[in-house]
């Protein structure tokens, strides 16, 4: 029995959904968001200001996608209400972010400079100025972590130094380096 599925997701102020055939449509004050489901194996209904998911049998594939859904669905009423943000820091020496217009340069200990194009509907800030942190949000969960996970890809954190780009949150486990004869 899914705990996740069965859920009962309430509505935020502001925001309005709307389920036509196999596709629900969450519209709020920072953007809009679309979701195709599974109409033959799960059942959306808006009733006032809940959304519950239900399935239609007790496949295995139903029962995943019947949870799968309804985090979906609550991801959405979160990002057009609120928004998602992704932090990231970057550490050694010479590595820094740069932004310039809608190009994010990252310099991290290449012998060139690594370029990325935003993409539309997502944010990056860099907080007071510091060219070491990043701060990357939207509307769309999806869209932000894959762009932080492709920032973070270009150097990964390595676990003796310490060196990379990591995400804020993240706890790099550090090992004893060599040890002198």
């Not at 709020?28 to 194996?41: H, I």
């Not at 270009?154 to 990379?164: C, D, L, M, N, T």
């Amino acid at each position: 029995m899914s705990r996740i599925g069965n859920r009962i997701l309430t509505i935020p102020a502001g925001v309005e959904v709307n389920v036509e055939g196999n596709k629900i449509t969450t519209k709020g004050p920072k953007g809009t968001l679309e979701f195709n489901f599974r109409k033959d194996s799960v059942d959306v209904k808006v009733e006032g200001t809940e959304i519950s998911v239900s399935r239609k049998n007790d496949l295995k594939e139903t029962k995943q996608l019947h949870g799968t859904t309804n985090s979906v669905i609550n991801n959405m009423l979160i990002g057009v209400s609120e928004g998602f943000k992704r932090e990231l820091e970057i550490n050694g020496v010479g590595y820094r972010f740069q932004l310039s217009g809608n190009k994010l340069s990252v310099f991290a200990g290449y012998s060139h400079q690594v370029d990325l194009q935003i993409p539309a509907g997502i944010k990056v800030e860099m907080p007071d100025k510091s060219t070491t942190e990043l701060v990357i949000s939207g509307y769309d969960k999806q869209a932000v972590s894959e762009f932080a996970s492709n920032v973070r890809k270009i150097r990964k954190p390595e676990p003796y130094k310490g060196k990379g780009i990591k995400f804020k949150e993240e706890h790099i486990r550090r090992k004893e380096g060599k040890k002198a004869a």
